[in-house]
């Protein structure tokens, strides 16, 4: 079950004017980019961002309109979507990314002193993080798929339409998410909050999507501040 600690830097100033361009939180301006740099340095000085994954591949037993059964006798159920693309696999990865709890606290201290704005910013920066890691991952994956002459499918996520959000709890184990000190709640949130837990098909003819296309399937797609809008997807 690898487990990996060492991912190249995930946000730079460069990605951060990238990704405020792909969102359409409220938080724009000039001031508010003065401040986000100065909180990246901030992030970087106190290693806030910590990221870890930790992933691992079962064959495909057999697979219904809603349903994916493994080898080992393991199921996740409730989500068409992801039976969808599983159905085409051979295998499929289960996953979990986290940049840990360091980056979250500080916002939270921020807020304590009446940061607002510094607290705001550094929130963003660790959203952008997270994201960044999950693609990260991604393309970690397809490489690996690549050298196996096979193709990884884009990531699916628990909580997005057509794949229940209850079924993160097997996701999260199968993954083997308390290798990296994540834990679950009994509503089936991820904890530290800056986690996700995902799927991959893997195999032959794999399909694959950009990720703006995940925002149409996610569930808080009406009210997050992160919503792309049109002309950025």
Avoid: H
């Avoid at 004017?17 to 003065?34: K, L, N, V």
């Avoid at 996740?76 to 979507?81: G, Q, R, S, Y």
């Avoid at 599983?86 to 939270?108: F, H, N, P, W, Y």
């Amino acid at each position: 079950m690898p487990c990996i600690a060492e991912w190249p830097e995930l946000v730079s100033a460069e990605r951060l004017a990238e990704w405020s361009t792909r969102q359409c939180s409220p938080m724009t301006g000039e001031r508010f980019r003065d401040v986000s740099l100065a909180m990246l340095e901030l992030a970087k000085s106190e290693n806030l961002i910590q990221p870890q994954a930790t992933y691992q591949l079962f064959d495909v037993a057999k697979s219904g309109d809603d349903w994916v059964r493994l080898e080992n006798g393991d199921e996740i159920a409730d989500a068409p979507a992801a039976a969808k693309v599983i159905a085409k696999a051979q295998s499929l990865i289960a996953a979990v990314v986290t940049i840990g709890d360091r980056l979250e606290r500080r916002v939270s201290s921020l807020f304590s002193e009446k940061k607002t704005l510094k607290a705001f910013a550094l929130e963003e920066i660790g959203v952008s993080a997270q994201f960044e890691l999950s693609t990260a991952l991604a393309e970690r994956l397809a490489g690996e798929a690549g050298t196996l002459g096979l193709q990884c499918s884009s990531a699916l996520f628990p909580g997005n339409d057509g794949f229940d959000l209850k079924q993160q709890s097997t996701v999260f184990k199968l993954a083997g998410g308390k290798k990296i000190g994540m834990r679950l709640s009994e509503s089936a949130m991820l904890y530290p909050v800056k986690s996700a837990s995902m799927i991959f098909g893997f195999g032959k003819k794999m399909p694959s999507w950009e990720r703006t296309k995940d925002c149409e399937t996610c569930k808080a797609r009406e009210k997050c501040r992160f919503r792309r809008d049109k002309a950025a997807a």
